[in-house]
């Protein structure tokens, strides 16, 4: 798979001949009908011009993006002139594998790659003339957060007393406006209404932040994306250099991207209108980070030539199962028409099962969970999947006593963990050594000095010698870790020993410090080696330092290995339905479906937040292969004291012959053929809790309320514990 390069080898009396193409003849479709069905080869034989294939879930748009990268290498397009953007670098790399064995030969000069990935490289020869040096640092998250933090307090902003946002709050709303491309006041009103008195100190903020960037070589994710589409609108000659380089442009995932991405796409086919775009609409669930609908909607008026191409025919879910799908669907304010089907037997109908409360509902599902490993089901063929990463933390203590090994998708991502970061803050030193943010880490692990003294010590570098730390002034302790670290650092810039040997060589320096600062130092510098591991395949510092900060690994362990226990038998699957898109399992449930919590209370009164909370329930229900149950408690208090009654809106108005209700209480389940899906009437309080109603004018009784204070010190804890280490920023967005 090519790296974006945009200087390949060519014949200089024609530079933009980038290879012998393949000898014309043959039918390019070749062996494609026994392999997709007829709308699958509509879409893969699709003329020159823009074409947008709206591929429902389970309906094989991985399939038909590998056959459509064939076809065009067969029908004589060179390789190196196709683009095959993804969102993950391993979907591109499988995508181009599975190619290259329907057409005999390997396609690795097709560039494909992560969006960001393609900005990079694209920046790297061009950035340039917007004023970005070629040696940029890219920013990580965290990264990011630190250094807006450090802006806010510097503009004297947030202090005591002040109910100002936090710095990832702060990052957020930069992020929203830079991706969704309108101005930071209109973020603020319409996201973070309650801060809209911050909306000046919030904008001084961002412009710190920016110049901050600027002065110092760096570039957030954003930036990346930014810079790339600033660079192709107004630098007319690259944008014609990359149109003739691409003569095709492949897009996966459509739905998922943002504003400035769809600028990109429209831009690179901009002469010559071959872009083919996949995606599903109704899978459209990563708003929060920026991503919007609206680029698959505008497609064909921003390609008024395009052509639509409907996949529907499912090779993932039983028939059953995607009834319930399509009765979600047919209820959405918006979308493009379309209707799943499937010739996979199946003829048990989907459950939606009322629990008599929580507590209920957790056992029922690990009794459940265990009758079907006993009937020869693997525990990784099962997954229970919820709308917000604490809705599981009663089933996570189930679990637990049951010794049912589980693993749950969210925490910390490995690259985020403090050792790792210490250890590349060094890599990115020697990369670019104006970086104020990887000196003020580095500089901070040594004894003696704290922020004060590294970015004193980090403004005085010299620029001619900045590795030089023999007159920094500092305490007396500090002098001889000061020597050590610019020996060390000298040493790598006179003679760099390659990625993987230099990480080797900073984890010896570095373990002095890891031994004293951590407990569980021996399972942390075994981590540090699977870096250094990781960092074998790369042959550059620079290669290295993009792979992690565009797309880092999720752990220390291959991320597409299977999640074992000590027996090697997989585990049960815990997972938010954000995490779990894109996977499958044999048997799937859906829990806290219930008003309230699914959709939550905030979405309930705006059109486009509710509208994606369906989207996302159309997620999680068209994860299941063959057994999708759906469940909730019919009668539990939340943290904010609202009482929750009503099945959720979205499985509540399916029929009862595609969706069975069922009861389950603390004696039994059973059919439940009196269950009422109405409003229902909150107990010793005055109001009504249900799909038109709000909770806002309850008369709450004082007994009723001393009972909700008990029940709330039980939970708070836990729900703000989880809250903490979620690795979904959406909890944090959009409280439950």
């Not at 190619?99 to 790659?113: H, M, N, Q, Y």
């Not at 640092?137 to 902003?157: E, P």
């Not at 760099?496 to 600062?517: D, H, Q, S, V």
């Amino acid at each position: 798979m090519s790296s974006f390069e945009f200087d390949p080898k060519h014949d200089p009396e024609n530079p933009f001949d980038f290879g012998v193409r393949p000898k014309q003849g043959g039918d390019p479709t070749e062996g494609f009908a026994d392999r997709l069905n007829e709308a699958q080869l509509d879409a893969v034989t699709a003329g020159d011009g823009p074409a947008l294939v709206i591929a429902g879930a389970g309906t094989g748009k991985t399939r038909v993006l590998v056959h459509r990268v064939a076809y065009l290498v067969r029908r004589g397009v060179a390789p190196s002139a196709i683009l095959l953007l993804t969102f993950t670098r391993r979907a591109a790399s499988e995508m181009l594998r599975r190619a290259s064995a329907l057409v005999d030969r390997p396609v690795d000069e097709v560039s494909g790659g992560t969006f960001h990935s393609f900005a990079n490289t694209l920046l790297r020869r061009h950035g340039k003339v917007l004023g970005l040096p070629p040696n940029f640092t890219i920013l990580d998250s965290a990264d990011s957060s630190d250094i807006i933090g450090h802006i806010r307090t510097g503009l004297g902003v947030g202090g005591r007393g002040q109910r100002f946002p936090q710095r990832r709050t702060c990052q957020s709303i930069i992020s929203a406006a830079i991706n969704r491309n309108v101005e930071l006041a209109d973020v603020v009103l319409e996201r973070w209404p309650h801060f809209a008195h911050h909306t000046e100190d919030l904008q001084r903020i961002y412009e710190g932040y920016r110049d901050f960037k600027v002065e110092r070589g760096l570039a957030d994710y954003d930036d990346l994306l930014l810079y790339a589409r600033d660079l192709l609108d107004r630098e007319v000659a690259v944008r014609d250099e990359i149109g003739r380089r691409y003569e095709h442009i492949l897009v996966d995932e459509y739905q998922d991207t943002n504003r400035i991405q769809g600028d990109l796409v429209s831009l690179l086919g901009q002469s010559h209108h071959n872009v083919m775009v996949v995606g599903d609409d109704a899978q459209s669930i990563y708003r929060f980070r920026g991503a919007t609908i609206d680029n698959i909607f505008d497609f064909p008026k921003l390609f008024s030539d395009s052509r639509r191409i409907t996949l529907e025919q499912s090779y993932r879910s039983t028939q059953p199962v995607l009834d319930v799908a399509n009765e979600i669907l047919s209820r959405a304010e918006h979308g493009y028409e379309k209707h799943l089907f499937s010739s996979i037997e199946g003829d048990e109908r989907p459950r939606l099962i009322a629990c008599e409360n929580e507590s209920v509902q957790t056992r029922w599902i690990a009794d459940r969970i265990l009758e079907l490993h006993e009937e020869g089901l693997p525990l990784g063929g099962i997954a229970v999947l919820f709308r917000s990463s604490f809705h599981a933390f009663d089933l996570e203590l189930e679990l637990g006593r049951r010794e049912i090994p589980f693993v749950k998708y969210g925490g910390f991502k490995f690259m985020e963990t403090a050792h790792v970061k210490d250890i590349v803050a060094h890599l990115r030193i020697l990369d670019n050594p104006k970086d104020a943010v990887s000196w003020t880490r580095v500089l901070t692990l040594l004894p003696g000095i704290g922020e004060v003294t590294a970015h004193r010590i980090a403004s005085s570098l010299d620029e001619k010698s900045p590795f030089d730390l023999s007159r920094a002034k500092a305490q007396k302790r500090a002098k001889n870790a000061l020597t050590r670290l610019s020996d060390l650092l000298n040493r790598f810039r006179d003679t760099f020993p390659g990625p993987a040997r230099a990480i080797e060589e900073l984890i010896e320096y570095y373990e002095p410090l890891l031994t004293e600062k951590y407990d569980d130092h021996p399972k942390r510098r075994a981590e540090l080696e699977h870096v250094a591991v990781l960092a074998g395949k790369h042959k550059s510092l620079r290669s290295l330092l993009d792979d992690f900060a565009i797309e880092p690994p999720n752990r220390a362990t291959d991320k597409g290995a299977p999640a074992l226990d000590s027996d090697g038998e997989s585990k049960l699957i815990l997972s938010t339905i954000h995490s779990a898109k894109g996977l499958e399992w044999d048997a799937v449930f859906v829990i806290w479906v219930v008003e309230g919590r699914f959709p939550t209370f905030q979405a309930i009164d705006r059109e486009e937040e509710l509208e994606e909370e369906r989207r996302l329930i159309y997620v999680a229900t068209t994860r299941a292969r063959q057994e999708l149950t759906f469940t909730y408690p019919s009668g539990s208090w939340d943290k904010m004291g609202r009482y929750l009654s009503a099945p959720s809106r979205f499985v509540s108005q399916i029929p009862a012959d595609v969706l069975e209700p069922w009861r389950a209480t603390s004696t039994g389940l059973g059919l439940n053929d009196e269950v009422d899906l109405s409003p229902m009437i909150i107990p010793e309080a005055t109001g009504l809790l249900g799909h038109d109603h709000g909770i806002d004018d309850v008369e709450w009784t004082e007994e009723s309320r001393s009972r909700l204070r008990s029940r709330r010190k039980k939970i708070d804890s836990r729900i703000l514990g989880d809250l903490g280490n979620d690795d979904w920023t959406y909890e944090e967005e959009w409280p439950d």
